[in-house]
């Protein structure tokens, strides 16, 4: 029937490509894990430095690079299905919503003021 | 409508060869190692999320305390700190080197990295203990329960030379708060102080606990591995293991500047 | 097999997945998500009485204005028991863990959930965190309210908060599992041709709220060690006095609580969809707009958590876009009414019981559901917070909604689950029974938080006791309309008709199969071919 050479497709899983994905090679690692180092030596090095607001900042943001280079390239994420990326975006996203909008009612409690 | 058939007709393997490790409800290999590894990845979500309401409190903290949060961090030790996120960055790259083996079904390397991580995390661990045994000595243990107490509060000497940099906030109450009353002043400073320490004791010790954890896996990862259970067909359990490996790391890679390098340079030395 | 037309007396299939193994250890090691079901099934109906016997209590001494019977104190730990039962015990796995376990594997055309040895390790993880529970309970119970708002959960009461606490943050492991299971068992195990736009709406529904059970759990998790170590180690996250800040404590706590009641009611909302189009014998009217305003339920509940707060001292600016959000928050929950309705006009609505319950949902939810309005617009919920309206309105959607749609489903899924029927008549008198006493019990609670009664008070002005007494009569009533079915449904396994493959002729997979089904759910793989709920659309049988 019609019918069942539809359904033979893969409509009825979500393909996983994990296990035929491509691995970084042994040279890839390596050279993250020099990024890595690097990045956590900038990270040390900066903090001695003044740079005002933007010590956290700047910290913060190669902590964010170091994360998304351990997320692609030693967990793989850069060679699996779009799910898992999915996966992870919404733990960072949601994440974001706990800490933004409790930071919003704490950082606007001066704007406001109730006599 | 539904119709019955013999066959399911998912992928082409539909021979009855069968992977000693295949479970029951599954259809193939295939099946069964992109549940597994999305189903870790889904656990992932959940850890993000616990460890994320911990550093949220600790960002509202942060802003609302910023100068004792600074004292706190400037009295913990920044090179021991870096050191253990280099050791840890390293034993990264040995668990990934181990799934990198473990697919290859090169079983002496499996072995021999996953050893490697486990060294080098018991390396982190032992590290942290040092540090938690220098806060113990500085009586920065928050809390009256465990230990000295903290600063003034359970009868740490104030003049002791130990304290350092909180010694200073409380010794010079006049930044912070009303200056016509020190002791209320010094006092409110300390007791900020001890919040920061309290977050300090519950993110790396969250931390170190995912890591006791962590080794604990990697042993049972080894042991199976040393039996040759993993190759190219089935390494699922190495990839996943590596998985929650790494995601303790990345707590890390953000516990280390968040914690250890607040307002670094005014103290420089 | 069509049932329609034949006469032929259905009998109970000679193998099935609760005779396949005998004996305790084939139960307690089971791996089959069906006896998993069975597990929880019985592990929540005690938490159930258990939360009920504590509403006695405290509608007892709500009969009169004096606090005669309990000590202050005491009526504290009344309903703070009552509150942690119902809510972490038995309204948080209901749906889910019993009726979800067991028919989400089946309506998928799986073998089984993906992780089935997790999902024994999250019944075992429920009854660890059952065990902390009732140590704390025969140890004095506590007496914060099941919201354990510091610092007086901390820092002032001598009651054992650390045991609950821990108790409850088990409890939250053990949904997560399920979450998980769920999520990925909703990706990866469908049966051939049934594809996202083919899944049964109880399906998507369950998915919905494992999405909140796996991303807000764990932030409840992490607030009640946080609880705990401040109350052992005198550290001061929370406590003022310490430098901490309480608020802080109801934001992390809210985050998940909010989202809590969605995992609570969404699964409910599922068994509706079910219900609805078998008993109206018509295809569901917008099965998109049902199926997105799941999902939009989940993620729309994860942004209004502080309209629990507004008077706690959050600002003002930030209470008006909560309030706001709010407002949004129930468009989606109004569109799954509005489609129930449209389902059942032209439809040939039959009343059996699942579909007494069902109706009941529609009507008690929307109520509950309107009421939240109310509380969601400050300038009324200046006056209305923490008073009898609050607790109204969420028993209006809790129980009048949530219990309503699990008693509505068990009734629904009964006969799969055991082979048997439940007595039609005994049935539809106690459904008649638990709508009344349910109104009786809580319309009246409306009026008086209106009129300013507050909420955790176990003594009143004088002038609010007639409505008190209504109340307290309600729940006499609601108290028989629950046990009658604890009665019936039990002398059924026994006595009840046999039920055949699908006594109520509906589409699905699980219909397709034996009740009880065998253990591995399926003699054949089913292979899915037609959009889902296809009612009416052949004359004759209308099934297969």
Same mark, same amino acid.
């Given at each position: ?45 900066? @903090? ?42 919404? $733990?960072? #996203? ?22 | ?69 600074? @004292? ?51 390396? #982190? ?17 928050? $809390? ?14 104030? !003049? &002791? ?71 190219? /067909?089935? =390494?699922?359990? %190495? ?31 | ?35 998993? /079901? ?8 005690? *938490? ?52 979800? &376990? ?12 993906? *992780? ?25 119970? %506590? ?37 998980? &299971? ?14 996202? $736009? ?39 996250? *929370? ?16 985050? =998940? ?44 509940? #994860?942004?209004?958590? /502080? ?27 109004? %569109?799954?009414?509005? !489609? ?47 008073? =009898?309206?609050?607790? @109204?309105? #969420? ?61 955790? =008070? ?23 309309? *629950? ?22 002729? /509906? ?38």
């Amino acid at each position: 029937m019609a019918n069942q050479m539809q359904s033979h497709s893969s409509q009825a899983q979500d393909h996983s490509k994990s296990s035929e994905h491509a691995h970084p090679t042994l040279g890839l690692y390596f050279t993250i894990f020099g990024a890595l180092i690097v990045g956590t030596c900038m990270t040390w090095a900066i @903090a001695f430095v003044d740079l005002g607001a933007f010590n956290p900042v700047v910290a913060l943001a190669i902590a964010c690079i170091k994360a998304t280079l351990v997320i692609l390239y030693f967990m793989h994420v850069r060679y699996s299905d779009r799910m898992t990326m999915v996966t992870v975006a919404a $733990g960072f #996203f949601w994440l974001l919503i706990l800490i933004t909008l409790s930071l919003s009612d704490y950082l606007s409690r001066s704007l406001i003021t109730v006599h | 409508m539904v119709k019955r058939r013999d066959l399911v007709s998912t992928n082409q393997t539909t021979t009855t060869e069968h992977h000693p490790a295949l479970a029951h409800h599954f259809d193939n290999m295939e099946q069964q190692q992109g549940a597994s590894t999305f189903g870790m990845w889904v656990f992932m979500l959940t850890e993000i999320m616990m460890f994320g309401g911990l550093f949220a409190a600790y960002l509202i903290y942060r802003l609302k305390y910023y100068d004792a949060f600074k @004292a706190g961090s400037t009295s913990i030790s920044v090179s021991w700190g870096f050191a253990n996120t280099l050791v840890l960055i390293a034993s990264s790259l040995t668990m990934a080197l181990a799934v990198w083996a473990a697919q290859r079904g090169d079983r002496k390397k499996q072995v021999t990295f996953l050893i490697l991580t486990m060294i080098l995390g018991a390396v #982190f661990l032992g590290v942290k203990a040092k540090e938690y045994k220098d806060k113990w000595e500085e009586c920065h243990i928050p $809390g009256h329960v465990i230990g000295k107490g903290f600063n003034t509060w359970g009868g740490c000497d104030v !003049n &002791n030379p130990k304290l350092g940099n909180i010694a200073d906030e409380m010794r010079d109450p006049k930044e912070h708060g009303d200056p016509s009353i020190p002791e209320v002043s010094a006092i409110q400073t300390a007791k900020q102080t001890e919040i920061f320490f309290s977050f300090y004791f519950a993110m790396t010790g969250l931390h170190a606990f995912h890591m006791v954890i962590g080794l604990g896996l990697l042993t049972w990862l080894t042991l199976r591995a040393r039996s040759g259970e993993f190759g190219p /067909a089935y =390494y699922t359990p %190495v990839e996943l293991g590596g998985l929650y490996w790494h995601f303790v790391d990345i707590v890390w890679i953000y516990l280390f500047p968040l914690l250890y390098l607040i307002s670094r340079h005014q103290h420089h030395g | 097999m069509s049932t329609a037309v034949t006469t032929v007396k259905p009998v109970m299939p000679a193998k099935h997945y609760l005779n396949d193994n005998y004996g305790i250890r084939s139960w307690l090691l089971t791996k089959d998500h069906k006896r998993i /079901a069975v597990l929880y099934l019985v592990s929540i109906t005690f *938490f159930f009485f258990l939360g009920g016997i504590f509403a006695a209590l405290i509608r007892l001494e709500l009969l009169t204005p004096q606090g005669d019977l309990f000590q202050s104190d005491t009526y504290n730990k009344l309903f703070t028991m009552h509150g942690v039962n119902m809510i972490f015990f038995f309204l948080i796995p209901s749906v889910p863990a019993v009726l979800g &376990n067991f028919i989400l594997p089946i309506m998928l055309g799986a073998k089984d959930l993906a *992780f089935p040895k997790i999902n024994l390790m999250s019944w075992y993880i429920f009854i660890i965190a059952a065990l902390f529970s009732l140590a704390a309970l025969v140890s004095g119970g %506590v007496d914060t309210g099941w919201t354990f708002y510091t610092p007086l959960s901390t820092g002032y009461v001598r009651t054992n908060v650390i045991v609950m606490a821990v108790g409850i943050l088990i409890a939250g492991f053990s949904s997560i599992f399920t979450g998980l &299971n769920f999520i990925v068992t909703v990706h990866r195990m469908r049966a051939p041709g049934m594809t996202w $736009g083919r899944l049964p709406l109880f399906v998507w529904a369950n998915y919905a709220a494992s999405l909140i059970m796996i991303l807000g759990t764990p932030v409840i998790a992490i607030t009640l060690i946080l609880v705990a170590l401040e109350r052992g180690f005198h550290i001061g996250i *929370f406590d003022p006095k310490l430098g901490g800040d309480p608020v802080l404590f109801q934001h992390m706590f809210w985050f =998940y609580s909010h989202p809590a009641v969605y995992i609570m009611i969404l699964p409910g909302m599922g068994v509706i969809s079910e219900v609805v189009t078998c008993f109206s014998r018509k295809r569901v009217f917008g099965y998109s707009f049902i199926a997105f305003s799941s999902v939009a339920i989940a993620v729309f509940g #994860f942004v209004v958590w /502080a309209h629990h707060m507004f008077v706690a001292g959050i600002s003002q600016y930030s209470a008006m876009v909560f309030s706001l959000l709010s407002f949004a928050v129930a468009i989606p929950s109004a %569109v799954k009414v509005f !489609n129930w309705t449209a389902t059942m006009y032209k439809g040939s609505v039959t009343l059996e019981t699942p579909m007494l319950y069902a109706l009941a949902f529609i009507g008690l939810f929307t109520i509950g559901g309107l009421t939240g309005l109310f509380l969601a617009a400050l300038g009324m919920d200046v006056h209305i917070h923490d008073t =009898y309206f609050v607790v @109204a309105h #969420f028993h209006y959607v809790m129980v009048g909604g949530m219990v309503t749609a699990y008693i509505g489903g068990l009734h629904f899924w009964w006969p799969k689950m055991t082979g048997r029927m439940y007595p039609e008549a005994p049935a539809k008198l106690a459904a008649l029974i638990t709508f009344i006493g349910f109104n009786l019990t809580f319309f009246p609670q409306f009026i008086l938080g209106y009129l300013g009664m507050p909420r955790r =008070y176990h003594s009143y002005p004088e002038e609010f006791q007639v409505l008190n007494v209504l109340s307290s009569a309600g729940a006499s009533v609601l108290a028989v309309g *629950f046990l009658l079915p604890l009665i019936y449904f039990l002398w059924s396994l026994k006595y009840g008709e046999v039920a055949g493959d699908n006594p109520w002729n /509906a589409t699905g997979l699980e219909w397709t199969t034996t009740s009880p089904p065998p253990t591995h759910n399926f003699h054949e793989v089913p292979v899915v071919t037609e959009e889902p709920y296809a009612y009416g659309e052949e004359e004759g049988s209308g099934v297969h």
